[in-house]
């Protein structure tokens, strides 16, 4: 910055395109720092570089307005905020995105100014792509990736160790793959929530990698249920489904791991589990017997419980092991088909998946939608304010809004303090430098490098130590630029003052209770839709005419709950002050939110390439429904009692009542045909299987009981 501030300068003699210059190199190489391959930084930079272009000339043609520029700020400052919601490249670019629209529209100027704005901008742009490319290159670093690679490879040996021992062959000690395995499945969802914005861009493999947070720590928890579970007897076809699972998702761990790639195919593993896991339903079908004694129900999960805890394993690895293969098949695309846009099978494309994610947040509840109203609508006010003032160096007014705003009255109260302290802490310094050096120029250049790289580094250490920096930097600048002493840092204190009072009217006005009433919101509509979803996926799934449209809706809105849900908890992990539910009991209400969505998806792929069959289980699939809607009626309680509505119920006991008149059901329809018809029995099985995964859904409420009736309160 200071190199390209010189030579503009005194080259070009413009301050304009100096002062653009200026604050175009500080806003691509401070305020925005993209990830990933240098191909990919390089073409965020020129992205930036570009849209940059293109709002500085549109600030600059309606800045001379005041009522026009402030609905534009308006309008700018939402799309900008909330295009974050699709991708996190976009998401942490949007300081510099915005500084390219409040420096014109904030400092009014004829359409002739633009061709010497967009001159400075254009050569800080320039400048900065080299600068990225050769000065201090960020390695490709993908903690997220690593993360999940790791507990894939921990979740495999802790598998592969209990496979052993439950057959007696020799293995590693359960217990320490067992404590292995839990501290990768902490790591990675502690480095997934410990990113202020979703880890992911809109490339394929991103997306599918952020996927997998779920799936594996679903995993470790169908892991932990299975080991509970009473002794049974040992099944060969069981053990297969266990050791081809571990296998695969060690396999799948080393495909997403960039340092130790591995030699053999993906899907040849995924066809080895699939072939695992239909060899065990034929045996389980081949030797279920639908039992006449008194306890039915007992009877039945002691012949098929095993072969649903594998079943249910196997269809939560295949989901790991097919993101991961999306993960691959993306990367290894050639480049003209990353150019065209053309997606490997089973993943749909950047701009569905945006799509998707924007709609999920048009709706009254999302944090992310709040948080770009009332950005935008502080922007603006800031703009109308520093227009209809006509106070010196208004953009100020508007940059102070901007950096103190935050997610509540009090948190934008006290970060405006800091921001005011640390503002004055910087001005009294630079006053003290001013005042000693006086008219040196020379001095000044030699201190600017200096200045901003502390404050670069500043921020780092606090918030109030960052504006410090800042102030330092530009009371340098301006005084380089044009001579005024210690009067330039004064203007600066009263212009951030009046920006942090428009922030904090704001705050108060549009969120005065911050994101801790959202987060309940959103575990409310999280557990409501994704209740739904099961119970559609039950009846879809087992309704003799085969339709199946209502569970895939209901699917699209549960994905789009998560979605807010996600949001909303990163807003209320980065808001300061006391918090009333802890990180552990939040975690533990996001896990069953997980666990209940993919327990759904495993119930629409169980029955997903079943033939309907020619034998009367109307009366089965009543009582299985009423099941269902027993389990599903708990949550929609709970997330009412988490808005307010009534209270949290207690968690549900095993419903012995139920699972005996389902099973008295079944086997009523099944003697009415040949027991030996493979499809007869395949739909009973299939009967039974829904049920314990309804009854693991049931389980999910003993966890989240308590945490729940503290949200509650």
């Keep these: 910055m200071p190199a390209l501030f010189a030579v503009v300068l005194h080259v070009n003699g413009n301050p304009t395109v100096a002062t653009f210059a200026g604050f175009g190199s500080f806003a691509m190489l401070l305020l925005a720092d993209f990830g990933g391959t240098l191909g990919e930084r390089l073409a965020a930079q020129i992205s930036l570089i570009g849209v940059g272009c293109v709002l500085l000339s549109l600030a600059t043609l309606v800045s ?33 995105i915005l500084l390219a629209f409040i420096l014109p529209v904030a400092t009014p100027a004829p359409p002739a100014a633009i061709p010497d704005r967009l001159l400075g901008w254009l050569v800080a742009g ?53 404590a292995r395995s839990d501290a990768a499945v902490a790591h990675l969802r502690s480095t997934f929530l410990g990113t202020p914005y979703r880890p992911s861009g809109l490339s394929t493999a991103n997306r599918a990698v952020v996927r997998l947070v779920d799936e594996l720590i679903w995993l470790s928890v169908i892991l932990d249920n299975a080991a509970a579970a009473r002794p049974s007897r040992i099944d060969p076809t069981v053990r297969e489904v266990k050791s081809a699972a571990a296998v695969l998702l060690d396999h799948a761990g080393k495909a997403l791991s960039i340092e130790q790639p591995p030699q053999d195919s993906l899907d040849d593993h995924l066809d080895d589990l699939a072939r695992a896991r239909r060899a065990m339903e034929t045996a389980a079908l081949d030797v279920v017997e639908m039992p006449r004694s008194a306890d039915i129900a007992m ?10 805890r594998a079943q249910e394993l196997a269809f939560a690895v295949r989901a790991i092991a097919a993101n991961i293969a999306i ?22 494309g950047a701009i569905a998946s945006a799509q998707k994610r924007a709609l999920a947040h048009i709706e009254p509840h999302s944090v992310w939608l709040r948080n770009s109203l009332r950005g935008a609508v502080a922007l603006a006010g800031a703009v109308a304010v520093a227009h209809l003032s006509g106070v010196q160096h208004s953009f100020w007014i508007v940059l102070g809004t901007l950096s103190v705003l935050r997610s509540n009255a009090l948190s934008t109260g006290q970060s405006a303090v800091r921001g005011l302290v640390g503002t004055t802490i910087g001005f009294a310094i630079a006053a003290v430098l001013i005042l000693v050096i006086g008219a040196n120029t020379p001095v000044l250049w030699v201190l600017l490098p200096v200045a901003i790289l502390a404050a670069g580094v500043a921020p780092a250490i606090s918030f109030a130590a960052g504006q410090a920096g800042f102030t330092v930097t530009l009371l340098i600048l301006f005084n380089i630029i044009s001579p005024a002493g210690w009067q330039v840092g004064l203007v600066r204190v009263e212009d951030v003052a009046i920006g942090c009072a428009v922030s904090l009217v704001v705050g108060t006005v549009f969120w005065p209770r911050g994101a801790g009433g959202v987060l309940r919101q ?43 849900l996600d949001d909303a908890f990163r807003q209320y992990l980065a808001e300061r002050g006391r918090k009333r539910l802890s990180l552990a009991e939040v975690a533990s209400l996001l896990t069953g939110v997980a666990g209940m969505r993919l327990t759904a998806q495993s119930v629409s792929d169980l029955w997903g390439d079943e033939e309907r069959v020619g ?94 009736r503290t949200a509650a309160g």
């Design 64 to 96: 001379r307005d005041p009522w026009l520029a402030t609905a534009t700020m308006l309008v700018v400052g939402f799309a900008v905020l909330f295009a974050g919601v699709v991708s996190s490249v976009l998401a942490a670019a949007s300081t510099a």
């Design 522 to 564: 959103a575990l409310a509509e999280a557990y409501a839709e994704c209740a739904d979803y099961l119970r559609t996926a039950v009846e879809d799934g087992t309704a003799l005419d085969g339709s199946r449209t209502e569970a895939e809706g209901a699917a699209l809105r549960a994905a789009a709950a998560a979605r807010r």
């Design 615 to 708: 034998v009367d289980v109307s009366q089965a699939q009543v009582e299985l429904i009423v099941m269902t809607e027993r389990v599903t009626d708990w949550f929609a309680a709970m997330a009412k009692a988490m808005t307010g509505a009534g209270t949290v119920p207690r968690a549900l006991p095993r419903a012995d009542a139920s699972d005996h008149r389902l099973a008295e059901a079944l086997r009523e329809a099944v003697e009415s045909v040949t027991t030996a018809d493979a499809s007869v029995r395949g739909h009973t099985v299939r009967l039974i299987w829904t049920a314990d995964h309804v009854d693991s859904a049931r389980r999910i409420q003993e966890f989240v009981e308590e945490p729940a």
């Design 126 to 178: 320039a400048v900065s792509l080299p600068a990225v490319t050769l000065l201090w290159p960020a390695p490709r670093t993908e903690p997220l990736r690593a993360a999940a690679s790791e507990a894939c490879r921990q979740l495999s040996a802790r598998l592969a160790a209990e496979v052993a021992r439950r057959h007696g062959q020799d293995g590693e000690d359960v217990e320490e793959a067992v």
């Design 299 to 308: 009877e039945l999960g002691d012949s098929l419980g095993p072969s649903y």
């Design 327 to 348: 993960t691959t098949a993306a990367e290894q695309r050639s480049w003209w088909r990353k150019l065209l846009g053309q997606q490997p099978r089973g993943l749909e």
